[in-house]
C-alpha cells in the first residue's frame, strides 16, 4: 500500500487558502443577510397583524360610539309621539352619524386589509357624495 493518501478536498490545499478563506467570508455573510431579511420578513407580517387588529377594534369603536350619539339624539329630541326638532334636523340627526360610521369604517378596513392605492381615495369621495346626493334627493 501507498503511504501517501491524496487529498479529498481540493479546498485544504494550502496554495487557495486565502480565496477560501474570503469565499467563507462571502458565504457566512450572505447567510447573516438571509436571515435579517427573515427577521424582517416575520416583523413586517406582525405589524400588519396588529394594524389589522387596531383598525378593526377602531372601527367597531366608531360605530358604537355613533350609535350611541343616534340612540342619545333620538331619545331627547323624539319623546313618545311629539317630535320637539324640524323635519331637516330629524333628518340629519339620524344621516348624519350613519354616513360617517360609513365612511371612517369602510376607509379603516380598506386601509387595513387591502392597502390604499391613489384610486381609492378618489373611490370613496365618489361614494360618499353619491350618497348625500340620494340623501337630498337629486
Do not use: C
Not at 480565496?19 to 435579517?36: D, G, I, V, Y
Request: proline share 5%; charged share 20%; glycine share 8%.
Amino acid at each position: 500500500m501507498a503511504d501517501v493518501i491524496p487529498p479529498l478536498d481540493p479546498d485544504l490545499d494550502p496554495e487557495g487558502a486565502p480565496q477560501n478563506a474570503r469565499r467563507e467570508e462571502l458565504e457566512f455573510e450572505l447567510l447573516e443577510a438571509e436571515a435579517k431579511l427573515k427577521r424582517l420578513a416575520h416583523r413586517e407580517i406582525g405589524q400588519r397583524y396588529w394594524l389589522k387588529w387596531i383598525a378593526s377594534i377602531a372601527g367597531v369603536s366608531v360605530i358604537v360610539a355613533m350609535g350611541g350619539l343616534v340612540t342619545h339624539l333620538v331619545h331627547h329630541v323624539f319623546l313618545g309621539p311629539f317630535i320637539f326638532a324640524n323635519a331637516a334636523f330629524s333628518v340629519a340627526m339620524l344621516v348624519a352619524p350613519i354616513t360617517s360610521i360609513t365612511a371612517i369604517t369602510v376607509a379603516l378596513f380598506i386601509g387595513a386589509f387591502r392597502k390604499f392605492e391613489e384610486k381609492d381615495l378618489e373611490t370613496i369621495g365618489y361614494g360618499v357624495s353619491g350618497v348625500s346626493n340620494v340623501f337630498r334627493g337629486g
